[in-house]
């Protein structure tokens, strides 16, 4: 199973978008997907995750009503609305998947998940 993340770009304070990632390979529905971000000198921060069924979220404080994670299975993709944006948003936004942990406690779980993404960076000029 392979993690790709797209959508990433250059945008304004106060714009949005959408970042995806797709699931490809023996996909299998029952993941647990989510979305983790890392901004230049600080280290990788749990953003916000989303259970197999895409019936529970979480979210970090920092993006919590603002961000908006939800996934298709059909598709087998996983989207992060990003609205609001914030200079402090910049970084290189990772998806992840696993199988074992759940999404509510990827905040702490990080090292223990199975699959990562390569990345897309978004920018928010100021």
């Known amino acids: 199973v392979q993690l790709q993340a797209s959508g990433g770009g250059l945008v304004q304070a106060g714009d949005s978008l959408r970042i995806s990632c797709a699931v490809s390979?023996?996909?299998?529905?029952?993941?647990?997907i989510g979305w983790f971000r890392q901004a230049p000198g600080k280290e990788r921060e749990f953003v916000t995750a989303?259970?197999?069924?895409?019936?529970?979220?979480y979210y970090s404080d920092s993006v919590k009503g603002r961000f908006t994670i939800s996934r298709d299975n059909a598709r087998n993709t996983v989207y992060l609305q990003m609205s609001s944006l914030k200079p402090e948003d910049t970084a290189v936004y990772y998806c992840?998947?696993?199988?074992?942990?759940?999404?509510?406690?990827?905040?702490?779980?990080?090292?223990?998940?199975?699959?990562w993404g390569q990345g897309t960076l978004v920018t928010v000029s100021s």
């Open positions: 390979g023996r996909t299998r529905a029952s993941y647990d």
């Open positions: 992840a998947a696993d199988s074992r942990y759940s999404a509510r406690d990827w905040d702490v779980r990080e090292k223990y998940l199975e699959l």
């Open positions: 989303i259970d197999w069924s895409g019936s529970r979220t």
